[in-house]
């Protein structure tokens, strides 16, 4: 059973769509992580959110970490080919140690032309 | 270039045959972790380190060995490798834990 519940699994759009990826828990996270990874390659960091409510922008990417800090979501506005790639949520949970970070199943966007 | 380097990126061995694979940061982070990640079971944490000399297991630490004699270094070890241990490893670093991880390229293992 995974600590991190993330939804869809899949996300099949058109180029200039919105779409919004899910992260749900039961428990309470003292760090949320958001990374993407392409086939083969390293998840890299897109951010990290640490305070309830708090929403993080980074260009047409919105990131938002609820108040009760066990869940989060990842909104992208006029979602462009480049955007493909496997999102991943990853979190801290606020009784384990610093070091303890645990992954999330990730969704698979795809963008078409 | 600040980054995390695994090596090799590509190994097939035979089953018991010790191999170890290295992981290397130039950030000078505190907090290293290595995973695997397998078809429908996402990633896995195996081992992390949160300083030299401290290491503690992760979800699935069974059959794995790691070290941290130094800051920049975290090799994980594979003392007796089984074909269940086939899959993609990835050694990552950070700061402090809770702002994020930088992830090396990865290493293909192929247990035969």
């Known amino acids: 059973t995974q600590l991190l519940e993330q939804s869809p699994q899949f996300l099949s759009i058109q180029e200039g769509e919105n779409l919004t990826v899910y992260c749900n828990s039961s428990?309470?996270?003292?760090?949320l992580q958001w990374y993407r990874q392409e086939p083969g390659e390293g998840p890299v960091l897109l951010v990290t959110?640490?305070?309830?409510?708090e929403v993080k922008k980074l260009k047409r990417l919105t990131f938002q970490f609820g108040d009760a800090r066990k869940d989060s979501s990842l909104h992208i506005t006029a979602a462009q080919p480049g955007d493909t790639g496997l999102y991943l949520c990853?979190?801290?949970?606020?009784?384990?140690?610093?070091?303890?970070?645990?992954f999330g199943a990730g969704t698979q966007v795809v963008v078409t032309p | 270039e600040a980054q995390v380097t695994q090596n090799p990126r590509y190994l097939i061995t035979v089953t018991g045959k010790k191999l170890t694979v290295t992981c290397s940061q130039n950030?000078?982070?505190?907090?290293m972790s290595w995973y695997r990640q397998d078809p429908g079971l996402g990633l896995r944490q195996i081992y992390y380190?949160?300083?030299?000399?401290?290491?503690d297991k992760g979800d699935v630490p069974e059959g794995y060995k790691v070290s941290r004699k130094e800051k920049r270094n975290f090799p994980l070890i594979l003392e007796s490798p089984s074909p269940n241990q086939t899959s993609l490893y990835f050694c990552?670093?950070?700061?402090?834990?809770?702002?994020?991880?930088?992830f090396g390229s990865g290493t293909r293992l192929t247990v035969v």
């Open positions: 990552a670093s950070s700061l402090m834990g809770l702002g994020g991880y930088t």
């Open positions: 428990s309470v996270f003292s760090s």
């Open positions: 959110v640490v305070t309830g409510g």
């Open positions: 990853a979190g801290v949970s606020a009784t384990d140690s610093w070091g303890k970070l645990q």
């Open positions: 950030m000078n982070h505190e907090y």
């Open positions: 380190s949160m300083n030299v000399e401290v290491t």
